[in-house]
């Protein structure tokens, strides 16, 4: 069974940083060989993407994380991260890993974790 378990939320002052991790286990697949990203949601608001790295290391970052927040994954320890820099109080949500793959007989497979507190103070 595959599982995202994501780290690395807190509090945090307006303008300092944070580095989510999120450890994928269980698959018998690399995360070189998925799609993954990070989602927000914040209260009262539906769930965001903030930043994706495709399988084949593209990367897509929402207007509002453009400059500040960068995705990056180690494939040899099967970890994404989201390295957020700059953080403001409009940052504040859980986080949430997300991983997709597509297998060959085109069947969808998607994960999420279990998200993280992120609460920026201003």
């Known amino acids: 069974q595959v599982q995202l378990v994501e780290s690395g939320g807190g509090l945090v002052q307006a303008g300092g940083s944070l580095r989510l991790s999120c450890a994928v286990s269980?698959?018998?697949?690399?995360?070189?060989?998925?799609?993954c990203g990070w989602y927000r949601q914040a209260p009262g608001k539906q769930r965001e993407l903030v930043a994706s790295?495709?399988?084949?290391?593209?990367?897509n970052y929402a207007d509002s994380a453009k400059g500040r927040f960068t995705i990056s994954r180690d494939n040899a320890k099967n970890t994404v991260y989201l390295q957020m820099n700059s953080l403001k109080p409009e940052d504040t949500a859980v986080y949430y890993c997300?991983?997709?793959?597509?297998?060959?007989?085109?069947?969808?497979?998607?994960?999420w974790g279990q998200g993280t507190q992120v609460t920026v103070s201003s």
């Open positions: 269980g698959s018998a697949f690399s995360i070189n060989a998925m799609d």
């Open positions: 790295i495709s399988s084949g290391g593209s990367t």
């Open positions: 997300h991983a997709e793959r597509l297998a060959r007989d085109a069947t969808l497979y998607r994960y």
